[in-house]
T-cell receptor, first 115, second 118 residues
């Protein structure tokens, strides 16, 4: 068990470009969450998957954002036509999704800077 | 829906002094409560959690927290801090899966930056 990994760790892009981030959860975890953390704030929920199904999306997830989890393994988060307001740390977490308790394990995050 | 308020954005303290980081929550259903720590440029590490049972929970690195349902609080304490405890601490809440529509996503406070000075 190597924990949750995210790639890249840092991404600098120009406004208007598209970016894609990858998250590899702990192998037996069937739930995967994406959060966004802006400066001075706590993480905010974006979306989550149970296996390959995307079951909930936050209002924070505008039409420019899309997430996938093919085959229920790794997940990608794509931001199209990036804006400066998208600059943030993007965190991924995974969990076993037991009937009631849901401990989430976090990856190191991808820090996005939009110039 | 749930919400979390961390009352102090920054807490400076001297090494070996005790510290308390405050957290209040609101929820219309039963909740699970968590404290996470975040070191610079790193992800979140779970310090401790309250699910049920004893209201005093102990976590890693000598931290503990007490769940107070009547005051809707879950304050984090450590009797003697070290320089290495300097980090940002987040309180988080979630409802049990399926409870009130919960999908298990965590609701975080804005964080408290703990600065331990020699």
């Amino acid at each position: 068990d190597t924990g949750v990994s995210q790639d890249p760790r840092h991404k600098i892009t120009k406004r208007g470009q598209n970016v894609t981030f990858r998250c590899d959860p702990i192998s037996e975890h069937n739930r995967l969450y994406w959060y966004r953390q802006t400066l001075g704030q706590g993480p905010e929920f974006l979306t989550y998957f149970q296996n390959e199904a995307q079951l909930e999306k936050s209002r924070l997830l505008s039409d420019r954002f899309s997430a996938e989890r093919p085959k229920g393994s790794f997940s990608t988060l794509e931001i199209q036509r990036t804006e400066q307001g998208d600059s943030a740390m993007y965190l991924c977490a995974s969990s076993l999704g037991r009937p009631s308790y849901n401990e989430q394990f976090f990856g190191p995050g991808t820090r996005l800077t939009v110039l | 829906a749930q919400s979390v308020t961390q009352l102090d954005s920054q807490v400076p303290v001297f090494e070996e002094a005790p510290v308390e980081l405050r957290c209040n929550y609101s929820s219309s259903v039963s909740v699970y409560l968590f404290w996470y720590v975040q070191y610079p440029n790193q992800g979140l590490q779970l310090l401790l959690k309250y699910l049920s049972g004893s209201t005093l929970v102990k976590g890693i690195n000598g931290f503990e927290a007490e769940f107070n349902k009547s005051q809707t609080s879950f304050h984090l304490r450590k009797p003697s801090v070290h320089i290495s405890d300097t980090a940002e601490y987040f309180c988080a809440v979630t409802a049990p899966l399926g409870y009130g529509g919960s999908q298990g996503n965590l609701i975080f406070g804005k964080g408290t930056k703990l600065s331990v000075k020699p």
